[in-house]
Structure formats: C-alpha cells, structure tokens
C-alpha cells in the first residue's frame, strides 16, 4: 500500500474516526489507587513532592475510599504508616497495626472496594529496608518468614488480594504457603516482579516515611540496567504462585512491560510511581505541559505497552475525566 492509493489520513479525519479504529483504550477498570494511612483522627496531611496526595488517618481514608468508589474505580493498595518503628518490623503483621485497623475499617464501611495490602517492611523498620539486617546487609532468607506473617495478617484482617514488593527471593512462595495452610487459598497474590531500584521513588519515601538509613536497595531491587533478568524474575513468581505481576516504575520501562507482555499471559500491572507523578503535577502547575492531556497520553501508553492494571496517584482525576 503506497501513496497516493493508500492515504492513512483518511481515518483520522475526525473523532468519530478515530475511535472507530483506537488500537489501545482505557478504562476505569484499569486503575488502582495508592493511599497512605497513618494512625490518629481528622488527618489529612499534605505529601509535599505529591501535590494532591495526603497521608490519611483512618477516618479520611475512609471518605476518601468512598469517593474512589463513587468513581467506580475498582480497588485501592495501602501503605501504612506505624507509629513505632524497630529492627524486626512488627507493626507490619501486628493484628492491631494501622494496615489492619484500616482493612478492617474499608471492608465494613466501604464493602465492595476491593483493598490490596502491599506487603513491604520497609516502613515499619527503624532502618529503613525491606528486611532483616545482618551486619550491613538484607538477610534474604531470615526476612521470609516476617513477609508470610505480614500476608498472613492481612488476610484476616480482610484484604482482597496482597502485594509483595519487596524482592526477596522466595517471597512469593514463601507468601502462597502461608495463606494456603491458613485457609487462604483463593486470596490472589499481584507480585511486584520486576521492581528495579529507580530514582523515580523520591516522593514516596516522604509519603511513606520510608527511606533507608544507610546503603540503598540496589542489592535487592533489580539494576535499571536490565532486561532479560526481568524475565527470569517474572518467571520465578509465576512458578511460585503469583497471580498478577507487576512491573515497576512504568513509564521509564515500557520496554519492560512489553517484553513481559509478550512473554506470559498472566494479568499484568504496571505501576506509574511517585517520581512519574510530580514530575507531570510539577511541569503542569507551571504551565508548561497540559496536565489532564499528559497524564492521559501517559497512561494510554502504559496500557499500550500491554499493562492490564495500572497503580497510578492520578486515578480519581482519570476516573472523573472517563465518566464525562
């Protein structure tokens, strides 16, 4: 097909065109939404490197939840925020810690939103990594047994579905034990698979008062660097019991979550993380980018790629904006 048989401007002529032969579309039922909850009532704290963002007592976070679910959108992902933290993270499975507390709370006044827990210890540890240190290292194996217990309280607390984002090796597995020796079978497991060690977190360790105090996580999350290592990743989650998988930041590894995509068939996430999000909020409040026009671009690339799930800060402004 040659010019000026073949004219490909022909179909985009106009909108109605246009969506007649849009190849990628995105939908509500894409989206997930991050929140932050922190002990106490009437919180509402502003993230400042995340404008529109708040780390929320339970009380907000339920009133908020019931605005994601007005937005039909179909489920969240918490990050708590303990009120101690120590060397054996134990506010991340404490039956009454603020994940807990806030699942139990979600489940009985927002029921029908689905809430997924992320499961991670770097908030609840006084140092600031993802688990148990030994001298100055991540002592992977020793840390498996804290992530199971954390799923495992989660679960009956009542979340839908659990997220380990740790990058452990064995967690997922480790994971799926617990809760089927529990009575747990049929609780999913999205694992954060490809989780590379990305300076696009910043904003996010203030979100979740996180970041490590010393070293960094390169020795456990994956080298930017890599590509075919995110396959062998994804396909040892998959082997272990994963359910949905997960590439993690999104934009700077679209490659990556197409390679994945095209890899295995399994639902496939991607996350659009703090860093993705201030830069656009940023540029947008300067005016120099149209915010509503680059974040949906963004996320229809995203799913472009192949993600069928999308964790993104910006999903009630995309869900207001779908439903117009």
């Not at 073949?6 to 106009?14: A, D, E, F, H």
């Not at 839908?160 to 049929?186: C, K």
Request: proline share 5%; aromatic share 8%.
């Amino acid at each position: 097909m040659l010019f000026p048989d073949y004219r490909p401007r022909r179909l985009r002529q106009n909108e109605s065109f246009r969506r007649m032969i849009r190849e990628t579309t995105l939908s509500v039922n894409n989206l997930i939404y991050p929140m932050f909850v922190v002990f106490g009532n009437g919180i509402r704290r502003p993230i400042t490197s995340m404008p529109g963002v708040f780390q929320l007592s339970i009380d907000e976070l339920i009133k908020e939840a019931k605005e994601v679910q007005a937005l039909n959108i179909p489920a969240v992902i918490l990050f708590g925020i303990p009120d101690r933290k120590d060397d054996k993270a134990s506010g991340a499975y404490d039956s009454n810690g603020i994940i807990q507390k806030a699942m139990r709370a979600l489940k009985e006044k927002v029921p029908g939103l689905l809430v997924i827990g992320d499961i991670c210890l770097c908030e609840y540890m006084s140092h600031g990594h993802c688990g148990i240190i030994q001298g100055h290292e991540v002592d992977n194996d020793a840390t498996l047994e804290l992530l199971a217990r954390t799923a495992l309280s989660q679960a009956k607390a009542g979340a839908d579905m659990v997220a380990p984002s740790d990058m452990m090796d064995g967690r997922v597995a480790e994971i799926r034990q617990a809760l089927d020796e529990n009575g747990y079978q049929n609780l999913p497991i999205m694992a954060y698979s490809a989780k590379y060690a990305s300076a696009f977190y910043g904003p996010f360790r203030e979100a979740a008062e996180s970041a490590p105090q010393f070293g960094d996580r390169k020795t456990y999350q994956m080298d930017p660097a890599n590509v075919r290592e995110a396959i062998r990743e994804v396909a040892l989650d998959v082997e272990e019991g994963a359910d949905i998988i997960m590439v993690k930041p999104a934009l700077p590894y679209l490659d990556v979550i197409s390679r994945v995509r095209e890899e295995f068939d399994l639902p496939l996430a991607a996350y659009n993380v703090s860093g993705e999000y201030s830069m656009i909020k940023a540029a947008g409040q300067m005016g120099w980018i149209d915010e509503e026009k680059v974040v949906m671009e963004s996320l229809l690339a995203i799913r472009r790629a192949g993600a069928d799930l999308i964790l993104t800060y910006f999903a009630k402004d995309v869900a207001a904006r779908l439903s117009k």
